[in-house]
């Protein structure tokens, strides 16, 4: 079988009911994607709050999540006080997604990038699937 994976990361703020502009303009961001109250979503159902999101610079593809969310923090960490703000006047925080295919390579978490993580104060989604068989 052959390994493979897909792996990504980004930041998200939910609930607000200012324009996706203001969030974007709060941080000096343009988003990746942005959903609105009532839209419908990818799964097909109506979006339940207004929803912005940040995917990490590193295309998407087969590093590892550390990676993705070390580049993230870079772009987070210098609009640290917005981030922490957005969290909370509204709901905020990170996802990793990982996809793997034959076997995962695992997730190290440093110290260094906990201790960055906590300074921005945002809760962290891991999102892990592995596949086995053929893919």
Same mark, same amino acid.
């Given at each position: 079988?052959?390994?493979?994976?897909?792996?990504?990361?980004?930041?998200?703020?939910?609930?607000?009911?200012?324009?996706?502009?203001? &969030?974007?303009?709060?941080?000096?961001?343009?988003?990746?994607?942005?959903?609105?109250?009532?839209?419908?979503?990818?799964?097909?159902?109506?979006?339940?709050?207004?929803?912005?999101?940040?995917?990490?610079? @590193?295309?998407?593809?087969?590093?590892?999540?550390?990676?993705?969310?070390?580049?993230?923090?870079?772009?987070?960490?210098?609009?640290?006080?917005?981030?922490?703000?957005?969290?909370?006047?509204?709901?905020?925080?990170?996802?990793?997604?990982?996809?793997?295919?034959?076997?995962?390579?695992? @997730?190290?978490?440093?110290?260094?990038? &906990?201790?960055?993580?906590?300074?921005?104060? @945002?809760?962290?989604?891991?999102? @892990?699937?592995?596949?086995?068989?053929?893919?």
């Amino acid at each position: 079988m052959q390994e493979r994976r897909d792996v990504y990361a980004y930041f998200w703020v939910e609930g607000y009911l200012v324009s996706h502009a203001d &969030i974007s303009a709060r941080l000096g961001l343009t988003p990746s994607s942005t959903r609105s109250l009532g839209e419908q979503g990818r799964n097909g159902a109506p979006a339940r709050a207004n929803r912005w999101e940040l995917l990490s610079p @590193l295309a998407r593809g087969e590093g590892l999540l550390q990676d993705y969310l070390e580049s993230l923090l870079d772009l987070l960490e210098s609009r640290a006080a917005a981030v922490r703000e957005l969290a909370s006047d509204y709901s905020a925080g990170l996802n990793c997604v990982g996809y793997y295919h034959g076997a995962n390579p695992g @997730l190290h978490l440093s110290r260094p990038l &906990i201790a960055r993580l906590t300074a921005l104060n @945002l809760p962290v989604d891991f999102d @892990l699937y592995n596949y086995g068989g053929t893919a």
